[in-house]
């Protein structure tokens, strides 16, 4: 089966999808809002199928919705796993999803064995269903530090079955030579007459031929009829997995021995300078779920009770469900003679690129400023432009318009001025600190406030979540990490698996001496997880490695066609014409 074939097997494959009478549920009681007709499924591009350790597998993940055939799914997440051949675990990343797409990176360390391992993806809604049915690719990675495993490296060569590329005739590279020598700019462009071909979305590998051939790339050989048995397969109702529609789910649960656990509030933050806040209250069996829209990396979380008798409750946070992986089966990976012969030349190369890791480090793309959960609607003070007073007392009394605080019997209390001067509230001030609500006041006043860089003063009846506030008072600190003292079963600090941070991955320019007397060994000579075709401009550089390179792009048209495209390169030490 040629590769075109594979990748629209797989996105017929795995019968999973979204449909939902209401989005925008609250609590886990909801669940019989969700349709159980699911028709969503994933694929994933790599830039390579055999790595050594030293070197870094790089992906690019896309969820199709299999009733239009499209990217545009209604999972805002996404799952990968690699997993070795004793169906361990070697990573988990939370991938955020942008128009069904996104991408993530490895750097595979020396601890691992050489032998078979398969990269797995899937959205939280399919691990409803078995972990065999999830898409999977099949990989070889060879610890050349450690002793060989006892997969052969060399196989007869005609037994070697290679995907077979196919050019479609709606979309094809366009090079102006086939032939470069080292560190010349390699001119590419992408030629197709639709637009539905050059608005899709795109994984683009240029990288050294390894020799290395697998049978059956994505390892989806079932049939048509054992495809119905998958769309058959039955939920574990009792057990049922929210879908992540609107970005990642955080659930928990609160028990008490001797209070109600119905509609009482909870508090979720990411303590952080790009900190998060949260509200949502409890179902009837005390369960509670977060939504965030964002991704937001950080794993400085906190969730807590927010009642007055919050002593009376404890709080547990879900973990990720794990996955079973006991049924899968690991293809028979196959390599041609070059792929040996390639080891050594691979092994000094990604050496003498780690060694100068330094200079030539990927970029993070660091998430865009967006406003905060109160909008436009707060007065900002920045106390650098103020006089800096010694405590939180003075700073509120002489700096904070709008805003005083009281004092009884060595507890304090904060009052906000209404925009109505006539009304006041017997609702509580909202106090946060980096997106940390803060609940004992008195330590919040022992807090240096030479440490803040700002505050934020909303003023009225403010109604978040499932928390309603006569006002709010947001400090933000200059390091983002104000830590509270507080303890106790009503709040926690859950250890959970944190969205992938975007890259903009390094790739060297010649058109200056500056990089003149760096060496260059890279194998890899470009990995663009995200291409835009109308654009962007995809030339690239060549390195001090000789030999052949291929071109892939990989990915879905606008409408869900599967693209897959090569092209052969060849470098030498002097150009051939």
Known sequence: MDRLKNIALSALLISFGQVLTAQNFNTPTELNRIDKNLNESIYISTNAGSYLTGETLLYKIFCIDNSTQSTKTQSKTAYIQLVDSNKKSVFTHKIFLKDGA????FFLPTTLQSGNYKLIGYTKWMLNKDAENFFNIDLYILNPYKEASNQPLVQNENTVSSPVPVTSSFISFDLKSKNYSNRQEVSLAVKSESDDFLNGKYSLSVRKTDGFAIQNRNGFAQ??????DIVAASFKDNNLILPELRGELITGKITSSSA??????????????NSELKFTKTDDQGKFVFNLEK?????NIIVQVVEDDKENYSIEVDQDPSVDFSKLQFANLQFNPDFANNITDRLVSSQIENAYYNVKKDSIINLKDSLP??????????????TRF????????????????????????????????????????????????????????????????????????YYYGAKSFNGLLIYTSKEGNFDTKLTG???????????????????PDYSTNKNERIPDYRHQLLWNPDVNLKNQKLNFYTSDVSGQFEIILEGFSESGKPVFIKELITVTDNIVN
Do not use: W
């Open 390 to 461: 010694k405590t939180m007392e003075e700073t509120i009394t002489e700096v904070i318009k709008g805003v005083y605080f009281t004092k009884t019997k060595n507890n304090y209390s904060i009052h906000i001025f209404d925009n109505d001067p006539n009304y006041e509230s017997t609702l509580p001030a909202l106090v946060a600190v980096d997106g940390l609500v803060i609940e004992d006041l008195n330590e919040f006043f022992a807090y240096n406030p030479k440490n803040i860089e700002k505050v934020n003063v909303v003023k009225g009846i």
């Open 102 to 105: 996104g991408n993530g990176d």
């Open 223 to 228: 049939t048509k009829d054992s495809r119905k």
């Open 373 to 386: 959960f109160f909008g436009n609607l707060s007065s900002e003070f920045v106390l650098d432009d103020y």
């Open 295 to 299: 991704p937001n990396p950080s794993s």
């Open 260 to 273: 109600d656990i119905k509609n009482k509030k909870v508090a979720l933050s990411i303590v952080d300078k």
């Open 489 to 507: 079963r009503f709040i926690t600090r859950p250890q959970l698996l944190r969205p992938e941070i975007k890259k903009e991955y390094f790739h």
